[in-house]
């Protein structure tokens, strides 16, 4: 059932495209425009909603965090995104008009689940992004976009985490199709680009020999950092993630322009850190500045590992590795991104003669509080 990989992992790394495009099927209609009609949320309600709250745990929370700017951008709502395990506990301020967003693989989780109890009972709406079918989750929302990843078993999550970006990416550019925004054009083109995410994601998997050859030069380490910006943010959170749950590595993942509010003294000599770096031509001062840490920190001796598009020429004299991934829009670049990540995090475990499918301590679905 692992069909010929060695873990469940490696299978479901490699189904990426395929999630990723069955998550987008029979979503965008031969005008270009998404069909949500699923989500049976009349459009007059949608209209009416002016703030977006995301609940979600782990990985699917770096995926709302995602989602948030996402949201932002395209609707102009806003929008927070908060660790379902906190968001009770504060008394947060929810009316009719907030739309919940509860994102889970299993649709099980309970700290996602008393979240949106609450949510409920202030009564705001709850629409969740859910990979289960009829899951206690959905089930207790008033709406669900389901993400077609296909049953997960590792329990390092990955094709699910790309599909929640997608369907997260379809709820906030329906919002902005249906609420009607400055970025009309934008939306437009960004839908045509989603299209084409999954050979993107495709071309990402085809490049990633040296990606493991580096894991495993890096068996032996202690710590790992990871540093982004914007959306690139989530993803060195994700990828420090995947590599506590899977290598047991001390690995922390930093917004790159805290760097010299407290981080930058961690660096050492050959200490590793992996920096997501964003596209040269959407935010290009955001670019600009990442290149400047990735210069800081090298001087300072870190061993710097650089995700960057093709074609990024400004980040070669400071990259000791360098992983290229195909030009996305700003916003969609986690989808490719975070390939990378998972692939090291799944490496080194093996390297480090981990069990990767089923690492120490930990649940697929975590259903106690
Ligand atoms: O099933 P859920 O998406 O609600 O699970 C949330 C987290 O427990 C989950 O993403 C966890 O962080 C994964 N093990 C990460 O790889």
Known sequence: EKGGYDYFMLKEIAEQPKAVAD????????????TLDEVRIPASVLREVDKVVIVACGTAYHAGMIAKLAIEHWTRIPCETELASEFRYRDPILDQRTLVIAISQSGETMDTLMALRHAREQGARVLAVCNTNGSTIPRESDAVLYTHAGPEVAVASTKA????????????LYLGQVRGTKWGDEIETVIRELSDIAAAVDRVLETMEPVRALARSLADKDTVLFLGRHVGYPVALEGALKLKELAYMHAEGFAAGELKHGPIALIEEDLPVVVVVPSPRGRSVLHDKIVSNIQEIRARGARTIVIAEEGDDAVVPYADHLIRIPATPTLLQPLVATVPLQVFACELATARGNEVDQPRNLAKSVTVE
């Open 23 to 34: 998550t987008l099927l029979g979503r965008i209609d031969a005008s270009g425009l998404l």
């Open 161 to 172: 985490f790309l599909t929640q970006l997608v369907a997260c990416y379809l709820v906030a």
